[in-house]
C-alpha cells in the first residue's frame, strides 16, 4: 500500500496531495488542482495575488486547513516577487495581500487564522531588511504547514481509540490528505486504523452539487487501499437503517464557543440522521479551526456559491436556467448532535462550553 497521504502517477511517479515546495520552486506556490480530480492528477504553480484568491475561490485547493496553509505559502509567494525599496513599503504590501487572499472564503476560520499568524510574526521585526522580513515569512508559512501536518497526524492517533476492527464509517465531503497539510483531519483515523490492520468499511456520501465525497474523498482512499463505498446523499438514511454505520466522522470549517460547527451543505441532515438512528457522530478538527471569538453558529457566515455549480454541474445543464436557485456553501450542526470533537488534544466531549473553553483556552 502506498502512503496514505501520497499517490502514484500514471508515469510511475510518487506525489504528494499537497506540495507548496517553495525550496524548489521560489516565489511560486504549488498544488494539486482538486477540479480536475479524479480524472487527472495534475499541478499548477501560482505567483500572483490573483491566481492564489482564485485558486482558493474556484476550489483548486479546498479544505479548510490547506486553506490556510495554501494562502499562508501564497502570502510568501507572491511577497517574494514585490520589489519594493523599504521595510515600511514591503509590509504595507504584506497586509493589502493578506486582506485580499482573506476574502477569498469566508467561512473557513483557518484562512484569516494563517494569514494574521503571518501578520503577527512581522510585528517585531519592522525595521529589518526586506529580505530578512521575505525570509520570516516564509518560515511563518512553512511553520503553518508543518504544524497542521503533525495536529493531524495526532487527529488521526485520538480519533483511531474510537474504532474497531469491521465497523462501518460515513463521511461527508472531503475531509483527507487533500483538505489538509498532508494527512487529513476525519479520514486521519482511518489511515491511522488501517495501518493498525484494522479494516474498515467507508461510506462516502457524494456530497452535492460539487461531489467533493465522490471525486475527491472515494479517489483518496481507493489509492490508499481503503474499502470505500460511495452513496448518493439522500441514501444515507437507508444505508443507516440497514444497520451498516457504527460511526460518522466529518471535517470542519468553522467550529464556535459552544460547540455549533459549520461544515460542507448537507452535513446537517447527516448529523440529524445519525441521531435519529443512534449512532455516534463526530467531528475532526484542529486548534485553528475552533473560533472561540464566535459564541454560537448564529454568528457563522455562511458561503454562497454561484447558482451555475447547481444548474450546470460539471458542464451539463440539470435543471432549467430561468429557475431560482439556493446554493449555500455551508451548513450549521448544532452541539447536541455531535457526540465529541476529535482533536490534536484528544477528544472532547460535552458540555463543549466548558470543555472547548478548557481545550484551547
Known sequence: MLNSVSWKCADGRIVRAFQPDLAGLPGK???????????????????????????????????APAIGCAAALGLAAVCRNQSVATPAAFLAQVRRTADYLAGARPTAVNLSWALRRCLDSLEAKTAAPVEQLQDILLQTALDILQEDIELCRAIGNHGATLLQDGMGILTHCNAGALA??????????????????????????????????????????????????VICDNMAAQVMKEKRIDLVIVGADRISANGDTANKIGTYMAAVLAHHHRIPFYVAAPYSTFDPATPDGDGIVIEQRPATEISRGFGKITAPEQVRFYNPAFDVTPHELIAGFITERGILRPPFARTLAAAFA
Open 29 to 63: 506556490l504549488r498544488l494539486i488542482d482538486q477540479t480536475l480530480l479524479p480524472e487527472q492528477l495534475c499541478y499548477v504553480e501560482l505567483a500572483d495575488a490573483a491566481a492564489i484568491h482564485d485558486a482558493i475561490v474556484r476550489l483548486v485547493v479546498r479544505g
Open 180 to 229: 489538509t497539510g498532508d494527512y487529513g483531519t476525519a479520514l486521519a483515523p482511518l489511515y491511522v486504523a488501517a495501518e493498525r490492520g484494522l479494516k474498515l468499511r467507508v461510506f462516502s456520501d457524494e456530497t452535492r452539487p460539487l461531489l467533493q465525497g465522490s471525486r475527491l474523498t472515494a479517489w483518496e482512499l481507493h489509492q490508499a487501499g481503503i474499502d470505500v463505498t
